[in-house]
């Protein structure tokens, strides 16, 4: 059973979710954080990540920094968002879990199934899956967020048993169950 939280970082608000496999566990919205200064803020939102974050959180997900957004560029945001990455970073790590950093087209194509999804697309999404009403943006894509983290484990896990389903041949090299041998390629490349 895979445990993955998604959190939708912002400078004036954010939006955590927990997926357990295919079903939500909770989310919330994190308001409240314009009539701060950043540092407040981001001690504000790492107590609050840090209490709501489950036993046993396999995941961690959050979208990368974007250097440009709406065809503006501003420095200030891009650093406090490194700043509240890097401290949900720290205490993701803190708790056992691995951090995933992902695109918004990455995650959107392989949750919405189109990496050109709209916002309004996401909260229609979140909406469905997580069979409630008047889920906010940034709520909908923190949902959006730890659904892609179960599909990313479920991916990594796909991978590593594929690792460990090598066989080792007579002469060391290693095959895959089903592939051609390495030794049979070599043969091949001999006779030419």
């Known amino acids: 059973m895979a445990l993955s939280v998604g959190i939708d970082l912002s400078t004036r608000s954010c939006g955590m979710a927990v997926v357990r496999d295919d079903s939500l566990v909770a989310s919330w919205q994190i308001k409240g954080l314009n009539s701060v200064d950043k540092w407040q803020r981001l001690r504000y939102v790492g107590e609050v990540i840090r209490s709501r974050l489950p036993r046993g959180?396999?995941?961690?997900?959050?979208?990368n920094v974007r250097l440009f957004h709406g065809g503006r560029i501003s420095i200030e945001a891009i650093r406090d968002l490194a700043r509240l990455q890097g401290v949900v970073s720290y205490i993701a790590l803190g708790a056992g879990a691995r951090v995933?950093?992902?695109s918004v087209q990455h995650w959107r194509r392989a949750v919405l199934g189109s990496?050109?999804?709209?916002?309004k697309d996401v909260v229609a999404w979140a909406t469905d899956f997580a069979q409630r009403d008047g889920l906010g943006t940034d709520e909908a894509e923190a949902i959006a967020l730890a659904r892609y983290g179960v599909l990313w484990l479920n991916q990594s896990l796909k991978r590593s048993i594929r690792r460990s389903s090598k066989e080792v041949t007579r002469n060391g090299t290693s095959t895959r169950p089903g592939s051609r041998s390495v030794d049979r390629r070599n043969r091949k490349r001999q006779k030419r």
Do not use: I, T, W, Y
């Open 57 to 63: 959180v396999d995941v961690v997900v959050f979208e």
């Open 115 to 119: 990496g050109r999804a709209q916002k």
């Open 100 to 102: 995933v950093e992902v």
